[in-house]
């Protein structure tokens, strides 16, 4: 079974700094995806960006990238340029086509004036 | 283009009361799924639909939750009776694909934010 592991409950980062979320997954599957989505206080929750295994850059949408690191199962997030509406959750998620789309706990990510 | 739409936004109900929720996916998304987010928790997805047929509902109480996409479009999700541990956020989201990978991104509505007392 996948299971997606985020560390940080809490981070802070000043506004305008870059901030790195982290996230570790396991699957067995050759094949899969990895997604990033972003839940404000409003409840929604946000498709950020998303990294194929089988893509050979990294992702990039605007402010934030993907750090994808095959070999250690990891695809952190960075957001550069932090803006006070940064502040939310975030949340890491991997699909294998085959099981459900898989949450972790998220981080609470605090930008701060 | 309009998003997924949820409502009701909030409900409060007692328990061993029943409760619906509605969604209306993004226009032409064939794939539609429900999930169930308790505080402090990532979502769980309870039931996901392919046009009006079921793909996955193995984590659906059957017990007392059920589900329905008629007509291939809108959904409502149903609790009876509802239990304290109910409470939670129920968030609907469509996408557009199904098969493989495909970048198949899924977009979510604002959800319902049920409280049982």
């Known amino acids: 079974a996948q299971k997606i592991t985020q560390t940080q409950p809490g981070m802070f980062v000043q506004e305008k700094e870059a901030v790195t979320l982290d996230c570790t997954y396991d699957?067995?599957?050759?094949?899969?995806?990895l997604f990033w989505y972003k839940q404000p206080s409003s409840g929604e929750m946000i498709f950020l960006i998303y990294?194929?295994?089988?893509?050979?850059q990294n992702a990039t949408e605007g402010r934030y990238s993907l750090n994808f690191q095959k070999a250690r199962k990891s695809a952190n997030l960075v957001i550069s340029a932090s803006q006070l509406g940064d502040s939310a959750m975030y949340f890491c998620?991997?699909?294998?086509?085959?099981?459900?789309?898989?949450f972790g706990k998220g981080t609470r990510l605090s930008v701060i004036a | 283009e309009a998003g997924v739409a949820q409502s009701p936004r909030y409900k409060i109900i007692e328990k061993r009361q029943s409760v619906a929720f509605w969604c209306n996916p993004i226009?032409?998304?064939?794939?539609l799924y429900w999930y169930q987010q308790i505080l402090g928790q990532g979502p769980k997805l309870l039931i996901q639909?392919?046009?009006?047929?079921?793909?996955?509902d193995s984590q659906l109480p059957k017990d007392r939750f059920s589900a329905e996409r008629l007509k291939g479009v809108d959904s409502t999700l149903k609790i009876q009776p509802a239990k304290l541990e109910d409470s939670a956020v129920y968030l609907c989201?469509?996408?557009?694909?199904?098969?493989?990978?495909?970048?198949?991104?899924?977009?979510f509505g604002a959800g319902t934010r049920l409280s049982v007392l």
């Open positions: 989201a469509s996408s557009s694909t199904f098969l493989g990978l495909a970048k198949n991104i899924q977009y």
């Open positions: 699957t067995s599957d050759p094949s899969y995806g």
């Open positions: 990294q194929g295994s089988y893509d050979q």
């Open positions: 998620a991997s699909w294998d086509g085959n099981t459900p789309l898989v």
């Open positions: 226009s032409g998304h064939a794939t």
């Open positions: 639909f392919q046009n009006n047929g079921v793909v996955d």
